[in-house]
Structure formats: structure tokens, C-alpha cells
């Protein structure tokens, strides 16, 4: 026994390919140690699983990498008189790796074959698999067959896991929400199912909005949250129209922004270069949105907004839902009709809709509004230099863009054939109302708020 007591070892020699090898643990991670050198450092997070039996431990770790983290697992081998302490050791990795979550999660999972470059299901069996299994992790797997399998699995299956794992983009994440929102018992089963996206999607923007720009297409770390991660309270939209009625948790959209995305579907392979070629293609035409709106403000002052969203953000305010910005609960406001011609609006819950596109910055997780862009008719130009900053959000600086949130709005397309995104897919072109639902349904995070570089300063719009 290197150190500690009978009760907890923080440190122990194993030898590893021949080599001894020390493993401590710090208050913030696990420390990997050869020939007096530091060899390698898992934070906490990052460590799925320890394990000893008679000389043998076993550790299971996810290796942090900009481009892709992967799963590193070794056995390793201790002296017979070392034993008792390995035991002790890796109970003490396994405390630490789970301080506020119980391992072991029992994982529902479905796999869409083919959302983004068509993938899915072999990241699935090549790196999402091993990775659950390392953690011990129960695992039901479906790998959808058509569009809506999905939406029909969840609406009838039993409540038996803690947690939905959706491979796919948002498609997929939309379908699993509204077949447990069909369900007769939907409010339990929106509030004990706890949603867990994996990146395998074109625009993955769920995952962008948990995991943060950098780490959002990291499908390592998407494994980690569903494995760790802890339930953030997220707000639905109910969205009605003449024939149904749809639950919407990520945007909604019309015009130039629905056209980006839907009329780029077949572009697919492009992964998420593909909205660039769509607004590129958008911005020649230049069409105008043929809707009238009607809205229910709860704010639209953009810098009282932006001083509400930092107070929000620094008084730790995360995964409680909030009373709605500005301390005001909705559901005071009147109709207001806008008559301005525009170019698209986008309404959203989440900030980024994909990693170069930060819509909806002051968005924040459960406050019981809509977030709501209107962009005006404006020039090629100014959209074209929105490109630059529209990762931070900063094109809602544009003066011509307005930005409301709002707690319901209503939508009368003036044609019969133009394109409605909801949550990214194609909905019938009919009129069309839309509520919040605060705190309905739950998605795992690994730090209880969306992750944007947001700084609330306008960069360049004066
Ligand atoms: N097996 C399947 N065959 C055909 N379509 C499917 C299947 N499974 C799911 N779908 C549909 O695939 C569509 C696209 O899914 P998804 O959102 O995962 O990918 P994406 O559009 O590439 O990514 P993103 O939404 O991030 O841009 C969804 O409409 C979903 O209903």
C-alpha cells in the first residue's frame, strides 16, 4: 500500500506492459505516472471505470482530444500484497467518477442510419458501443428503419430507463419528443426520461448548445454526458396547426433560414458545410417571406435583454427553470400584428442551430419564453457580413434584425408552398400558432446550461 488508510487509497504502483506505473488521485483527477513523469491526466469526468480482481485493475478513460476524445481502457497488475489496496484504490476512482451520478445508467438508444453523412450506425457500433460498455452501462439499441420509427417506439415503450440516447441530428431528438408528448402518461414520461444526444446528425445543434462549439461534435464526450451527464429542465413549444398538433423543442422557421435548411436536405453528405452552400444560394435569391405574424411579447429591448441574460448567467441560475427575463412571468402581454415585409423569422429555445450559427444567444435553458428573430428586408450585403460573428450570435445586432422574446406567436403564410421548419423538418404550409410549455421535457448536461461564447458586446453593428 502505497498510502492512506484502511478506508481510502489515493495512490497505487501497477505495473503496466512491464513497467511500473503509479496512479494517484488528485481532487480533480485522475494522474498517470511513469519513470517519474506525468504520462497522462483524466479529469474526473472523464474516467467511465475502475475495477480490481485478485492483481488485476482495470481502468476505462476517455482520452480529451480538440478533434475526437476516445475511449483508452487497460489492465494492469499489482503484487499479490497489493491487493487488498488496488480494492480499496479503485473504489475511491469510482467514487470520484461518480460523486453526483449513480454508474451503471440503463441506456434506451436509437440510431439513425441515415441522419448527417449517414454514419450513425457505424459510430454506433465502433466507438458509442464500446464506450457504454466501459461505463457498464445497460444498453437497448434500435437502429431506425424509416422515418417516425422512432416517434412510434417511444409512444408505446415501457418507462424502465434513465436515460433516451438519440444518434442522429435533431431530426431524430424532434421524433423521440413528440412520441413521448403522444403518450397518455407524457408528462411523466417527458420528466423521468431525460434525452441524451450523440453528433451524428448534419447540423448536430442539441449537441452544440450542451457540449459547447468546440467539444459539440466530439461524439466521445456526447457518450460521457449520457453516461454522467445531469437532467437540465427544457422548455417545449406547442405548435398548432389545422390538422395537429406538434411539439417543437429546438426552432421554428420560415423564409430565407427554413429555406437554407430544407432545400439542402439532399445535400446531406456535406455534412454541416451544407447550410453554408444554402444561404450562399438564399442570399442570391433574396426572396421575401410571404407570412403575416402576430406575437406575444414579454421583452424586446436588445440591451435590456442582453443585461437580463448576464444577470441570469452569473447569479448561477441553471438547471432550475427561471420566472421568465425580465422577472416577469408571461402570460400578460396582448397580440401585436407586425406589417413590416421580412425576409425569414426564426423562433428559437436553444442558441446555437448549428455550430457557425448562434440565432438565439440570450436564449437560456426553461425561462418560459420563445426567443424570436425577425429579419427585416435588408440588403445582400449586411447579411453577407452577418456571416462574420454569426458563431457568437452577434448578427442579432443587426439593426434591422429584431429580436423579441416572447411567450406565443401566430403565423399566416400568405402562399401554400413555402417551406416550414419545424425543429429542422418539413411541416405542411398552413397557418400555424405557437405556445410555451416551460420545464416540460429533460436533456443531460454536463453543466445544468447551454455552453456559448456569447459576450454581449456588439462587435460591429453600431
Ligand atoms: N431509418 C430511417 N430512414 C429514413 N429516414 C429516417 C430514418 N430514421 C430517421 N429518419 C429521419 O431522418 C431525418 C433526418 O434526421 P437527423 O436530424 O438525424 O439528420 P440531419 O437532418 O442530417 O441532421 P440535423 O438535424 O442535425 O441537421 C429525420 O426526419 C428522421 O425522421
Not at 456526447?222 to 406547442?238: E, F, Q, T
Not at 453528405?269 to 444554402?278: C, E, I, L, P, S
Not at 400578460?332 to 425576409?343: C, F, G, M, N, R
Not at 450585403?381 to 458563431?391: E, P, R, V
Request: hydrophobic residues 40%.
Amino acid at each position: 500500500m502505497d498510502s492512506g488508510d484502511s478506508e481510502m487509497v489515493s495512490r497505487l504502483t501497477v505495473t503496466l506492459a512491464g513497467s511500473p506505473v503509479i496512479l494517484s488521485a488528485s481532487p480533480s483527477a485522475l494522474v498517470v505516472e511513469q519513470n517519474g513523469k506525468l504520462k497522462a491526466k483524466y479529469t474526473w469526468w472523464n474516467v467511465l471505470w475502475a475495477e480490481s480482481y485478485e492483481t488485476r485493475v482495470t481502468l476505462s478513460l476517455i482520452e480529451y482530444h480538440k478533434e475526437a476524445s476516445k475511449l483508452v481502457s487497460f489492465t494492469a497488475t499489482v503484487s499479490e500484497a497489493e491487493r487488498a489496496a488496488a480494492l480499496l484504490f479503485t473504489q475511491y476512482v469510482m467514487e470520484n467518477a461518480y460523486k453526483d451520478t449513480k454508474p451503471r445508467r440503463r441506456l434506451r438508444i436509437f440510431v439513425n442510419p441515415v441522419g448527417g453523412k449517414g454514419k450513425g450506425t457505424s459510430i454506433y457500433l465502433e466507438r458509442v458501443k464500446p464506450i457504454f460498455e466501459a461505463a457498464h452501462c445497460g444498453i437497448d439499441t434500435t437502429i431506425t428503419e424509416r422515418a417516425h420509427h422512432a416517434l412510434e417506439i417511444t409512444r408505446d415503450m415501457p418507462l424502465n430507463a434513465d436515460c433516451i440516447v438519440v444518434l442522429s441530428g435533431d431530426g431524430l431528438l424532434h421524433e423521440v419528443i413528440n412520441g413521448l408528448a403522444e403518450r397518455p402518461d407524457a408528462e411523466e414520461a417527458l420528466a423521468t426520461m431525460p434525452l441524451a444526444p450523440i453528433p451524428t446528425g448534419s447540423a448536430n445543434g442539441t449537441c452544440v448548445n450542451l457540449l459547447g462549439k468546440i467539444d459539440g461534435f466530439d461524439v466521445a464526450m456526447a457518450c460521457v454526458n449520457a453516461i454522467k451527464g445531469r437532467p437540465m429542465k427544457l422548455d417545449l413549444c406547442l405548435v398548432t396547426q389545422k390538422s395537429s398538433r406538434t411539439w417543437s423543442f429546438m426552432s421554428q422557421a420560415m423564409g430565407l433560414m427554413a429555406d437554407v435548411d430544407l432545400g439542402t436536405e439532399h445535400l446531406r453528405w456535406m455534412g454541416d458545410a451544407r447550410f453554408m452552400v444554402g444561404f450562399l444560394r438564399e442570399l442570391w435569391a433574396l426572396k421575401r417571406c410571404p407570412v403575416t405574424m402576430e406575437i406575444k411579447v414579454v421583452a424586446e429591448d436588445k440591451e435590456q435583454m442582453v443585461q437580463q441574460w448576464k444577470s441570469t448567467r452569473s447569479s448561477g441560475e441553471r438547471t432550475r427553470a427561471t420566472n421568465g427575463v425580465l422577472g416577469k412571468p408571461p402570460s400578460t402581454s396582448e397580440w401585436v400584428t407586425l406589417d413590416k415585409p421580412i425576409l425569414y423569422f426564426y423562433a428559437g429555445k436553444m442558441p446555437y442551430v448549428a455550430r457557425d450559427l448562434m440565432q438565439f444567444p440570450l436564449s437560456v435553458p426553461g425561462d418560459g419564453t420563445i426567443d424570436l428573430a425577425i429579419q427585416e428586408v435588408t440588403s445582400r450585403w449586411t447579411l453577407l457580413k452577418a456571416i462574420d460573428g454569426a458563431d457568437r450570435g452577434q448578427q442579432i445586432y443587426i439593426p434591422s434584425q429584431r429580436y423579441y422574446k416572447v411567450e406565443a406567436y401566430r403565423v399566416t403564410p400568405l402562399v401554400d408552398d413555402a417551406n416550414v421548419s419545424i425543429d429542422g423538418e418539413k411541416y405542411p404550409c398552413e397557418p400555424f400558432e405557437v405556445q410555451v410549455r416551460k420545464g416540460m421535457a429533460n436533456i443531460m448536461s454536463p453543466s445544468g446550461s447551454f455552453v456559448t461564447d456569447f459576450s454581449g458586446i456588439n462587435e460591429k453593428w453600431k
